[in-house]
């Protein structure tokens, strides 16, 4: 097993150096990017993903030089010549490399590179005990539908979050509650689901989507995507995040206070079985 790279179709060792100096991912942050899970040697869910890199690409006029096709074959490339069997995918597509200017250069070829690294220590305890969060406000810009390589705003809040010694900080944009550092976020009240709407203010999670279209209709659960306030919070009776490699993650305390009695919810729980479910029946695990 090994962690392994790819260039513009080119598997190579993970360190090599192949960047140039004027890449513009490098020095802009003109790019996207998208993470899948390996279970079992099989990506999860990476049709959805893939589809919505086409979508980052149009959405910041990056030219999609490679075919769906060949993108599903470099992620089983990865897989098979790793041997990384439970792990994580990393892909980004820069606008490609040219003298440093602002505006795009005539002639640019965008430049592909992905990883493949297997899965860091086990989130397993978190999943069943919860993890606790922290409000912060929400500095990012207005494009958050965009999975784009710009994450500083991210970055920052999960460094706050590990300095409070919390798992995620939940973003707050004016009154709202948007989504996590890397991660989207729901609540539960009087039994229906609450999330932020899939407008320009969030990530549309892959995760987020699952619940709503597949997990919340097979359990018969009640969904609103509906904005809600930071004093909406005190009256829920369960709240979790949902990502690629947060899976379903209960939240037990916000900003120092239980959620409810500090006790996982049976909502999350359904949730959490489904999504395992889920994953075993696409993946082949059992
Ligand atoms: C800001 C943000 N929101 C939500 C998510 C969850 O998205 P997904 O379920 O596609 O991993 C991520 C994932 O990285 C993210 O960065």
Redesign the pocket.
């Known amino acids: 097993m090994r962690e392994l790279g790819l260039i513009n179709g080119r598997l190579i060792e993970m360190n090599d150096n192949v960047i140039t100096m004027e890449d513009r991912g490098h020095q802009f942050g003109d790019g996207v990017y998208e993470?899948t899970k390996v279970y079992n040697g099989k990506c999860f869910a990476l049709r959805p993903h893939l589809d919505r890199l086409y979508q980052s690409l149009r959405a910041i006029r990056i030219p999609a030089t490679y075919t769906f096709e060949e993108l599903v074959q470099f992620h089983e490339a990865l897989i098979k010549e790793s041997g990384i069997t439970e792990g994580a995918i990393y892909l980004q597509i820069t606008r490609g490399a040219a003298p440093r200017v602002h505006p795009f250069p005539e002639q640019v070829v965008p430049c592909l590179t992905m990883s493949i690294r297997p899965s860091g220590p086990s989130n397993q305890e978190m999943w069943e005990k919860g993890v606790k969060i922290i409000l912060i406000p929400d500095e990012r810009w207005l494009r958050?539908d965009i999975k784009s390589l710009n994450l500083l705003g991210?970055v920052l809040g999960k460094q706050q979050a590990k300095e409070a010694g919390c798992y995620e900080a939940v973003m707050v944009r004016g009154e709202h509650i948007t989504?996590?550092?890397?991660?989207?976020f729901f609540v539960v009240k009087d039994g229906i689901i609450w999330t932020h709407p899939a407008t320009n203010l969030?990530?549309k999670?892959?995760?987020?989507t699952i619940v709503l279209e597949r997990l919340a209709k097979e359990l018969d659960l009640t969904i609103l995507e509906k904005t809600f306030d930071a004093s909406f919070i005190k009256g829920v009776s369960e709240a979790f995040l949902?990502?690629?490699s947060t899976e379903i993650m209960p939240v037990t305390s916000i900003d120092g206070k239980a959620v409810h009695d500090g006790i996982v919810g049976p909502i999350t729980r359904k949730l959490q079985l489904a999504y395992t479910k889920l994953i075993d029946e696409e993946c082949g695990r059992n």
């Open positions: 993470v958050c991210n989504e996590g550092t890397s991660s989207n969030i990530l999670g892959i995760t987020r949902t990502g690629t």
